[in-house]
């Protein structure tokens, strides 16, 4: 850890996706039971029905299809560590440490939550991995989109061909691959990260004098699309 990070406490730890949300649905948690025990890929709406108690027909009017079940109980389950990170995107740091300790949170939370951690480890399908991305892309106009565009080398993105939703998919991507490993020590994720993933997301042309001045002026958007979505929320 750098002599610039803040101490392990000060960026607080960050709320489990495996905790079940009070009032939670129960649909959802059915859902989850039945991803716990087969892994979502062998999970049909008819099992989630019969675990919830409800009729297929509740179940079809209220999700529509399979894939929209299981995208709506990744969101959710996600949403208070969603929310934590956008207050450690926001905090003090290092954008490379900020978007480390994130990565760092979330890779361990995914190995820690049964029924997302069942399917890493027996494989995911190309239908598991599209609705992960989903939700990984989910809000991260508020929190991590804003700070890898502060970050980009605009004229090698260019050359490349590169855009910030092709870096957040590709996160997305080794997010999949580390989890799915062997339970990780926080200090040897986050050596994995530095080595492998942080050059590509924070290169070191970033870091110039007036990285500062970028960073400030995207805080203060990030602030005012953080407000404006909790508006339409109200």
Same mark, same amino acid.
């Given at each position: 850890?750098?002599?610039?990070?803040?101490?392990?406490?000060?960026? @607080?730890?960050?709320?489990?996706?495996?905790?079940?949300?009070?009032?939670?649905?129960?649909?959802?948690?059915?859902?989850?039971?039945?991803?716990?025990?087969?892994?979502?890929?062998?999970?049909?709406?008819?099992?989630?029905?019969?675990?919830?108690?409800?009729?297929?027909?509740?179940?079809?009017? *209220?999700?529509?299809?399979?894939?929209?079940?299981?995208?709506? /109980?990744?969101?959710?389950?996600?949403?208070?560590?969603?929310?934590?990170?956008?207050?450690?995107?926001?905090?003090?740091? $290092?954008?490379?440490?900020?978007?480390?300790?994130?990565?760092?949170?979330?890779?361990?939370? %995914?190995?820690?939550?049964?029924? /997302?951690?069942?399917?890493?480890? $027996?494989? %995911?399908?190309?239908?598991?991995? *599209?609705?992960?991305?989903?939700?990984?892309?989910?809000?991260?106009?508020?929190?991590?989109?804003?700070?890898?565009?502060?970050?980009?080398? @605009?004229?090698?993105?260019?050359?490349?061909?590169? $855009?910030?939703?092709?870096?957040?998919?590709?996160?997305?991507?080794? %997010?999949?691959?580390?989890?799915?490993?062997?339970?990780?020590?926080?200090?040897?994720?986050?050596?994995?990260?530095?080595?492998?993933? %942080?050059?590509?997301?924070?290169?070191?042309?970033?870091?110039?004098?007036?990285?500062?001045?970028?960073?400030?002026?995207?805080?203060?958007? /990030?602030?005012?699309?953080?407000?404006?979505?909790?508006?339409?929320?109200?």
């Amino acid at each position: 850890m750098s002599a610039a990070q803040p101490a392990p406490e000060t960026w @607080q730890s960050p709320p489990f996706v495996a905790q079940t949300p009070s009032g939670s649905d129960t649909i959802l948690d059915a859902a989850a039971r039945c991803i716990d025990r087969k892994g979502f890929d062998s999970v049909s709406l008819e099992e989630v029905a019969v675990e919830a108690g409800v009729s297929r027909t509740t179940l079809y009017r *209220r999700y529509g299809n399979r894939e929209s079940l299981f995208k709506a /109980l990744l969101i959710t389950r996600a949403e208070p560590f969603r929310l934590w990170s956008r207050r450690i995107y926001l905090g003090p740091g $290092t954008v490379m440490e900020r978007i480390e300790t994130v990565l760092t949170e979330a890779i361990l939370e %995914m190995q820690r939550v049964g029924w /997302l951690d069942r399917s890493l480890l $027996t494989g %995911m399908s190309a239908a598991a991995i *599209r609705l992960f991305k989903a939700s990984h892309a989910h809000g991260a106009d508020l929190g991590l989109a804003p700070l890898l565009s502060s970050t980009m080398n @605009q004229r090698a993105a260019a050359e490349a061909c590169v $855009t910030v939703a092709e870096l957040i998919d590709w996160t997305a991507d080794q %997010m999949i691959v580390l989890a799915s490993a062997a339970p990780w020590s926080e200090e040897t994720l986050r050596g994995r990260l530095r080595y492998f993933v %942080m050059p590509v997301l924070v290169p070191a042309e970033s870091c110039g004098p007036d990285a500062g001045d970028r960073l400030a002026g995207i805080e203060r958007r /990030l602030d005012m699309l953080i407000e404006r979505s909790e508006e339409g929320r109200q």
